[in-house]
Nanobody
């Protein structure tokens, strides 16, 4: 079994910073892409940032220059450093990993439980 556990959400004032973490636990052969999504109140879930197994990154236009994604392969963990936070960054943030577990020979998508980020003065 593979499980993703997120942490790091909370309440922050506009202009502040937070760092989210998402760690995968279980019998994992390989992790390909690690991806952050978010879903604001009354909105669809949208992609925020991606980091590949080769450490290439990609960001949504709305967060470029403010958010930074990184990964620690030894810990099966991805991070999202969020700076200069805005009111519109308020959302539930979800991580998704593309994982090949030992029990299977194909890649599957695994999701974290979500962590609330609230930006408010």
């Amino acid at each position: 079994q593979v499980q993703l556990v997120e942490s790091g959400g909370g309440l922050v004032q506009p202009g502040g910073s937070l760092r989210l973490s998402c760690a995968a636990h279980g019998s994992i052969l390989s992790i390909l892409a690690m991806i952050w999504y978010r879903q604001g109140p009354g909105k669809l879930r949208v992609l925020v940032a991606t980091i590949t197994s080769g450490a290439s990154t990609n960001y949504a236009d709305s967060v470029k220059g403010r958010f930074f994604i990184s990964r620690d392969n030894a810990k099966n963990t991805v991070y999202l450093q969020m700076n200069s936070l805005k009111l519109e960054d308020t959302a539930v943030y979800y991580c998704k990993f593309q994982i090949i577990p030992f029990s299977r020979i194909s890649v599957g998508d695994y999701w974290g439980q979500g962590t609330q980020v609230t930006v408010s003065s």
